[in-house]
């Protein structure tokens, strides 16, 4: 009969662990195959006026208002001094990853628009629990169009701070500065090259982002990334986003601590060495 030995029960304890929190494998945007698109989602290499990320990625997933035909995409509902509602927009929901503790998420982001004062298209991005229901874990990222000022375009005064605070948030927050022009870029579709205010101050990008998030529990998530239109379908917008990974300890570092139901289970595993070698004892006494 083999015998039970400490470090058997401990890698079989690990592999126990590890089955709770695996998932499928998140790749980058050069393959949205996993991703779950609501309205209009792609990926694109460097195109226009949208430059590749910091992250030296060959393409960088997008979702746009343009040619989606999608109501109430958005899990957001603005306040009562926001005139007009929501109209059309799209979403796109990552496949499902596993994260340890410390984990972290790192994500970029750039808003695009065409569209100025007098409207309130936004973007948004959260990550969610897949195992429970997609309930919102944090939000990464907002934008609204120039509605807000050109100040104030991320954030945009979508959630309140408490929900996002992009200077908790966002890396590079304090250094960022809006792209103020009529913007060239294939994803806004007949807006393309277009501006609803002809001084083109109220069109253009914000230029990259990185969103970072750090998991305080394991467990299987999802990023869920969408754009929206609002009072009207005209002039659109869009978000692009990039990240190297979204899978297991790959997400970032340090590695995770063992979570508390872990040392639960390695306890568990060296009562039964312990009494496995009670019995040994008293068979061979």
């Not at 949205?32 to 992250?55: E, R, Y």
């Not at 035909?69 to 005139?83: C, K, M, T």
């Not at 914000?206 to 998991?215: Q, V, Y």
């Amino acid at each position: 009969m083999k015998k039970l030995t400490l470090g058997t029960a401990l890698l079989a304890l690990a592999a126990m662990h590890s089955s709770l929190v695996a998932a499928a494998p998140v790749t980058p945007p050069s393959d949205l195959a996993s991703w779950d698109c609501t309205g209009n989602c792609g990926s694109s290499t460097q195109q226009g006026d949208i430059t590749l990320s910091p992250l030296g990625n060959a393409k960088y997933g997008y979702v746009s208002t343009a040619d989606s035909f999608e109501n109430g995409v958005s899990p957001i509902s603005l306040g009562g001094n926001h005139l007009g509602s929501e109209t059309n927009g799209s979403k796109i929901l990552s496949g499902s990853f596993g994260a340890g503790v410390n984990d972290r998420l790192n994500i970029q982001f750039n808003y695009v628009s065409t569209d100025g004062n007098g409207y309130d298209d936004y973007a948004w991005a959260r990550l969610v629990n897949a195992d429970q229901g997609n309930s919102t874990v944090a939000w990464l990222f907002t934008a609204r169009s120039t509605n807000s000022g050109p100040k104030n375009i991320i954030p945009g005064d979508v959630l309140d701070k408490s929900d996002f605070d992009p200077d908790q948030r966002l890396t590079n927050y304090d250094t960022w500065k809006f792209t103020a022009k009529t913007v060239d870029w294939a994803p806004l579709g007949g807006s393309n090259n277009s501006c609803w205010e002809n001084d083109a101050k109220g069109c253009g990008y914000t230029g990259w982002l990185e969103s970072s998030f750090t998991f305080t529990a394991a467990g299987n998530y999802r990023v869920e990334i969408g754009v929206t239109n609002w009072a009207d379908g005209a002039y659109d917008s869009g978000l692009a986003f990039d990240f190297q990974t979204l899978t297991d300890s790959r997400i970032g570092s340090p590695s995770p601590v063992p979570e508390p139901e872990t040392y639960a289970m390695m306890l568990a595993g060296l009562a039964l060495v312990s009494l496995a070698a009670r019995r040994r004892k008293t068979a061979h006494g």
